[in-house]
């Protein structure tokens, strides 16, 4: 079906492009909420949370946030689940990033969301074992599902 945001000569106001071009389906939601943290992995007072959010009609889960790591918990070289999310809230197809990490020597981490719910991470050797939170912001996945 074809996206068609609005009707022909219907008045266009602020606030019907706003419903119509970016609609929140899901408020901003913590994680915890909607998923279990694996042992040495928790929220960070940034809480890192998920929403859902309908873009020109089509559908996008954005993320934010900052997970914490137990100094030593991420090893370089494996890959190692830091979140599962419920049911509800897992895409149809693997997803993968790259992103900011705290005290991993500017080395960024290996992000990947499986479609058993599992949000894996990893960095490489360079980094070593130091790293001690994940930054979310920035990721999103459109259509995923």
């Known amino acids: 079906m074809v996206y068609v945001p609005f009707l022909a000569g219907q008045l266009l106001t602020a606030e019907l492009l706003n419903e119509r071009l970016v609609e ?9 909420d909607i998923g279990n943290f694996a042992t040495n992995y928790s929220a960070h007072a ?3 949370m998920l ?6 009609g089509q559908e996008r889960w954005e993320y ?16 190692h689940t830091i979140f599962t999310f419920d049911p509800g809230y897992r895409p149809t197809a ?16 290996r992000l990947t969301l499986q479609v058993a719910g599992t949000l894996k991470a990893g960095v490489p050797t360079e980094a070593g074992n130091n790293a001690n939170a994940i930054l979310l912001d920035g990721m999103y996945i459109d259509a995923p599902i």
Do not use: Q
């Open 46 to 48: 940034n809480t890192p």
């Open 94 to 109: 693997e997803h993968g990033w790259s992103v900011c990490s705290a005290s991993s020597d500017f080395f960024p981490v």
């Open 24 to 32: 929140e389906t899901m408020a901003w939601t913590a994680i915890d």
């Open 51 to 56: 929403r859902k959010i309908r873009l020109l």
């Open 64 to 79: 934010k946030g900052r997970i914490s790591i137990v100094a030593g918990s991420l090893t370089a070289n494996v890959d």
